[in-house]
């Protein structure tokens, strides 16, 4: 089956910096890559996806890149806000969905 | 609120007792999936289901557990007879009907939190 790995497992930055969490999967047939961000005490909620027809995407201060060659995909969050800090999770799928392990990201006001 | 709902937000059941975690989807969505989180680790794909039908159920443990998605009413997830190991947080999601499995967005409830005493 299909395996996710995610790094780093905690990460702080100070607001306003950038924040970038990676991805690695492994079966070449995954064709769909969403994010979620989870707070303390809610499901997780989807903050942005991308297809393997496509190696970016963008929204807002939000973006994701995929690798299909190198089998890993990016988030990436510029202009952090204290908002930002969540638990945040990759997952690749081409039929069930396989979620990484977590980032802890907290923004330093 | 128009997302997906589950109840109850918490539940504590001594051991041997059983679990019963229901979930309604978004309005507009005939796929629901259930989820396990363990603290500190990501979300474990257990069921996928359709109305009446279950769909993908390699995630499941074989005994103790059973889901359903009646054509009428929540889907439910039960757990027969509860230990200890069955404590977590239980997500469903749901997704609309156009799309392929596993290709499509899914969205999360605010999940059930199983305590076994």
């Known amino acids: 089956g299909e395996n996710v790995e995610q790094h780093p497992s905690t990460l702080s930055v100070q607001e306003g910096d950038s924040a970038v969490i990676k991805c690695t999967y492994s079966?070449?047939?995954?064709?769909?890559f969403p994010w979620y961000k989870q707070e303390l005490g809610k499901g997780p909620q989807l903050i942005i996806d991308?297809?393997?027809?496509?190696g970016e995407k963008k929204d807002q201060r939000i973006a994701v890149t995929l690798n299909k060659t190198a089998k890993h995909f990016s988030l990436h969050i510029t202009e952090t806000q204290p908002e930002d800090s969540a638990v945040y999770f990759c997952a690749a799928s081409s039929t069930q969905f396989y979620f990484g392990t977590g980032t802890s990201l907290t923004v330093i006001p | 609120n128009a997302g997906v709902m589950q109840n109850p937000r918490h539940l504590v059941r001594r051991r041997g007792q059983e679990a019963r975690l229901r979930c309604s989807p978004m309005?507009?969505?005939?796929?629901v999936y259930w989820y396990r989180q363990l603290p500190e680790e990501g979300l474990k794909f257990m069921v996928y289901l359709q109305k009446e039908n279950i769909i993908d159920e390699s995630g499941m443990p074989k005994e103790r557990f059973s889901a359903e998605f009646p054509k009428e009413g929540p889907s439910i997830l039960r757990i027969q007879q509860v230990v200890r190991g069955d404590s977590a947080a239980y997500f469903c999601?749901?997704?609309?009907?156009?799309?392929?499995?596993?290709?499509?967005?899914?969205?999360f409830g605010d999940g059930t939190r199983l305590s076994i005493l």
């Open positions: 999601a749901s997704s609309p009907p156009n799309g392929g499995y596993g290709n499509q967005p899914q969205h």
């Open positions: 991308i297809r393997s027809n496509v």
């Open positions: 079966d070449s047939a995954s064709n769909y």
């Open positions: 309005k507009g969505h005939s796929h």
